[in-house]
Structure formats: C-alpha cells, structure tokens
C-alpha cells in the first residue's frame, strides 16, 4: 500500500468531506426506507445519486486509510515532496512553489503537483541548477 503525503490542512478537509458524505448516505437510506411510494424515475435518478456518493465515499475512505501528513519543512539540498522552491528566468522574474501530492496541487496558491510536467521537471534537483520548462530557461535560486 503506497503511502499519500498530505499537508494537515489537507487530510482536515478530506476527513471533514468524508464524515459529511457519510452523514448524507445515512440520511439518503433512512429517507428511503420510510418512503414507499416513489415512482421509477425518481427511484433511479435518486440511485444513480445514491452510487455516486457511494462512490465517492469509497475513494475518500481508501485516500484516508494511505494518508500521512506532510512536514511543514523538509530537511533535503535536492527538491522533493514538500520542497520550498524558488527559480528565476533570465529576466529576472521569481516563481516560488511547493511542491505536493496531487490531490493537494493548487498553482493559485503556488502548491505545484510533483506529477506535473514542471513538477516532474524539478523533482531532484538543486540550488543553482539550470532547467528548461517550455521555451524558456530557469535557474533554482533557493530550496527550502
């Protein structure tokens, strides 16, 4: 079984949309139990919803059971999961990132996937680096 890395924040909300998805589920059960007459249509409208969050659920309980939390920092020269990275162009333009698990990316909030192609990129490299992401040249300035 391979093991999810996850930020606390991350694993919080996971656990919170589990819990609020099971609690749904429940009620979807105990509403159908009580109500006997629902024509063919709702019934499988309501079924297809129903295997949905099924569904869902099983997928959260399955993340959930892998998880383990990211460190607030990582102690390594080379990029890896949880790294602080910070690279310029030759124009002098800084992009700072962190980079995380894939349920955790959010380039808005500079998160960079470690399965992205820029990710994927910088996996493994160090400070004062040179690589290459589309057409344009960066230099790893810092990692952290």
Partial sequence: MQNII??????????????????ELRQ?????????LMSFKEAAS???DFSAKESEL??????????KV???KVNSRKIIL?????????????NKYRLVHPLEADPDKKLLSTESPLGKTLL????????CSGTKNFKITKVF
């Avoid at 606390?8 to 609020?20: T, V």
């Avoid at 979807?28 to 006997?36: D, G, M, N, P, Q």
């Avoid at 990275?85 to 030759?90: C, G, M, T």
Wanted: no cysteine.
């Fill in 58 to 67: 099983r997928r959260l309980k399955s993340i959930l059971s892998k998880v």
């Fill in 124 to 131: 493994g490299r160090t400070e004062q680096d040179i690589f």
């Fill in 46 to 48: 309501n079924d297809a």
């Fill in 82 to 94: 949880g790294s602080y990275v910070e690279f310029v162009d030759k124009n002098r333009n800084t």
């Fill in 28 to 36: 979807h059960h105990e509403e159908e139990s009580s109500t006997i």
């Fill in 6 to 23: 996850l930020s606390h924040s991350k694993i919080k909300e996971l656990k919170a949309k589990y819990h609020k998805l099971k609690e």
């Fill in 70 to 72: 990211l460190p607030e």
